[in-house]
């Protein structure tokens, strides 16, 4: 390389990107996914680039005129006349020729756009820091994202050859590899693997189904394993939630805890139980008015700090959106949003979700389908995996063709990037309104005659309304 490129200064970089496109087309795609016009440190420079990546995606032709028509179109001439644009890009130095060190130039030219990122993102960050009405860890994680951005916007992206690749995958193999988080239930992890790494899993259903019901017992479950886990409660309080995990651990009726109507008994209970609470790698966090962001910078504490695996979030509609104009794009906002944070910090995700009303409204056993997604296209297409939980009893179905379902809840993975979709029934029971691994055993004796009522048995979501 010549000392005279080693000492080109950025703006002579721009302006020898710009004119080497104009006059090769390849030129284009070899830095087209490396540059951005906001990379540009010339306004006018950047109006050019905008043009040009304008009409390459339209695989339109690329010199002087039609860039120039392109620019007005766009309103980027500033002003100025056809005449006086065309002139800047005439006297434009460049590469008539080829495009020799193209990419050192296109490099050159996103380091010094970086280098003024770092001062901007430094300069939030003092400002922030300064305040002090920010928590630390929220400010560093902040700047971390912006950080990771910035880099992701700048960083080439290539086809790779299927033996390096393979490599890749060998050595991954051969590293010591992490523990599987267990979803709580053995026959549920032969089918989907256990909650893996990067994924995002939904578990949706109708209300009163037991959703709040499975994802306290299959954190309770991974926990008492040594699983590390995190629980975002959303829609129930401190005091609700901390009387589910009570509940479940130790067989003391929920109803009881809720009304706080214990013996003394069990009030001597919940004192014995607080050692080993205490010794349950689960961090909680609880709180109605979250965003995306402030989910991700959670768990990032938690992956760092106590090396959590899973967190379970308890539910969607809870999350605070950001502004799309409309529900789907609300939706799809938070759901792709979750599932990257799942990608970049290598977790699993587990989103707890409600199904429509359509469920009710037609006829049959009313076991949930795809379609039954609110906003199913966003939710059904960002996750590996989807679980609907479905109780027949609660719909007056006593027994089918595995015999009773009395106390059943089925877990029917419906969706599974991961492996086959099946159904796993489990044992539901509403008195501490937990589930359990082991599917209900009934003889069929015992099955309760149906009463007159026209609605079915409630659980205990009911009893206790929330």
């Not at 490599?167 to 053995?186: I, N, Q, V, W, Y």
């Not at 949706?204 to 409660?233: H, N, Y």
């Not at 048995?457 to 009911?462: F, G, K, N």
Request: aromatic share 6%; hydrophobic share 40%.
């Amino acid at each position: 390389m010549t000392e005279a490129v080693e000492s080109v200064s950025v703006p002579e970089s721009e302006a020898y990107i710009l004119r080497a496109c104009l006059w090769h087309r390849d030129a284009i795609s070899e830095v087209s996914d490396v540059l951005k016009p906001a990379h540009f440190y010339n306004s006018f420079h950047a109006d050019v680039w905008t043009a040009i990546l304008s009409l390459y995606a339209e695989g339109l032709d690329i010199d002087q005129p039609t860039v120039v028509t392109r620019m007005n179109s766009l309103g980027l001439l500033r002003g100025e006349t056809f005449g006086q644009v065309g002139h800047r890009l005439s006297v434009m130095q460049g590469d008539l020729l080829g495009k020799r060190n193209i990419m050192f130039h296109a490099l050159l030219i996103a380091q010094a756009w970086m280098n003024r990122e770092a001062v901007q993102i430094g300069s939030e960050a003092v400002a922030l820091g300064s305040d002090g009405t920010e928590d630390g860890f929220d400010v560093a994680t902040k700047m971390g994202k912006r950080i990771e951005e910035a880099m992701e916007g700048i960083a080439p992206r290539r086809a790779d050859s299927y033996g390096s690749k393979e490599a890749e995958e060998l050595e991954r193999m051969d590293a010591p590899k992490k523990k599987m988080h267990t979803s709580g239930f053995p026959a549920l992890d032969r089918v989907i693997g256990g909650y893996q790494r990067g994924d995002l899993v939904i578990v949706a259903a109708r209300p009163a189904m037991g959703k709040s019901s499975f994802a306290t017992s299959c954190v309770i479950e991974a926990v008492q394993q040594g699983f590390p886990t995190g629980l975002f409660s959303l829609e129930l309080n401190q005091s609700k939630m901390q009387a589910r995990l009570f509940s479940r651990t130790s067989g003391v009726p929920l109803a009881a805890i809720v009304r706080d109507d214990l013996t003394a008994e069990q009030i001597a209970k919940r004192h014995e139980s607080l050692s080993e609470a205490a010794k349950m790698p689960l961090w909680i966090r609880y709180d109605t008015n979250i965003t995306v962001d402030d989910i991700r910078a959670e768990t990032t504490r938690m992956v760092n700090r106590h090396g959590v695996g899973c967190v379970v979030i308890d539910q969607l509609n809870w999350i605070k959106p950001p502004k799309a104009g409309n529900r789907d794009g609300e939706v799809g906002a938070i759901t792709r949003g979750l599932k990257q944070m799942a990608l970049q910090l290598d977790v699993c995700v587990v989103l707890l979700h409600q199904l429509n009303r359509s469920v009710e409204t037609r006829g049959g056993d009313k076991r949930p389908k795809l379609s039954d997604l609110r906003d199913s296209g966003n939710v059904e297409q960002d996750a590996q995996v989807v679980i609907f939980l479905y109780r027949p009893d609660y719909y007056g179905i006593t027994e089918d063709d595995q015999g009773s379902t009395i106390g059943a809840v089925d877990v029917i993975v419906e969706k599974n990037s991961n492996g086959p979709t099946e159904t796993v029934r489990l044992r539901f029971v509403g008195e501490t309104a937990s589930v359990h691994g082991d599917a209900p055993q009934w003889n069929p004796r015992d099955i309760p005659k149906p009463d007159n009522r026209t609605e079915p048995t409630r659980d205990a979501d009911e009893v206790a309304p929330f």
